[in-house]
């Protein structure tokens, strides 16, 4: 009668040991979960608000090494990105890619210049951009460095982003926001 108890607490365990490994692999390499702490990319992005992270779009971050698996695409203008914030590595800031690598970017009048043409997508033109920050002077044209990304928030009035502290390294992204999951109300696709 008791091996037939450590049988059944055997596979108890076994299942939740295997359930465990299942849920860490899928955070790891293939989505996650964030909670929006501020209002930085209002109105996309509610304080509060629940979202899930494809993180194998871009090529997920193999754990304790630099390497990375192979990606499906590159990160592109419009993307709303999970990033390691690279003025303090144990945070994770999201933000809307505005520029790659090469790319010159200018603040004029509230609308965003890439190579000075304006950016007419409704991601960005339905918004006004402030001219703040070190990297954001009015009439200054930042030109993107190699392997990097320039980044706004939507709520461009309340947000620090590379205006302030500079370039996303390409190596800190984390992954591309695709969804919102909580509250119910709010349940959709994040473009």
Do not use: C, H
């Not at 320039?150 to 205006?163: H, I, K, Y």
Request: charged fraction near 25%; aromatic fraction near 14%; glycine fraction near 6%.
């Amino acid at each position: 009668m008791s091996i037939k108890k450590k049988s059944v607490a055997r596979d108890w365990v076994e299942s939740i040991i295997v359930a465990f490994i299942l849920a860490m692999f899928v955070r790891t390499f293939v989505v996650q979960a964030f909670k929006i702490p501020t209002g930085s990319m209002r109105p996309t992005l509610l304080e509060g608000d629940l979202i899930l992270v494809n993180k194998f779009i871009y090529g997920a971050k193999i754990p304790f090494t630099s390497y990375r698996l192979p990606k499906v695409r590159e990160p592109q203008r419009g993307d709303v990105i999970v990033f390691i914030y690279p003025e303090d590595p144990k945070k994770d800031f999201i933000k809307r890619l505005v520029a790659t690598e090469s790319e010159a970017v200018e603040i004029k009048n509230g609308t965003v210049y890439i190579n000075g043409r304006p950016l007419l997508d409704t991601n960005f033109s339905r918004r006004y951009y402030y001219n703040r920050g070190d990297f954001a002077q009015e009439g200054q044209k930042i030109v993107v460095p190699k392997d990097s990304f320039f980044v706004m928030g939507d709520n461009s009035a309340s947000s620090q982003d590379s205006r302030y502290w500079g370039f996303v390294p390409k190596k800190n992204v984390l992954g591309n926001a695709i969804l919102i999951y909580w509250p119910l109300n709010r349940i959709r696709i994040i473009k």
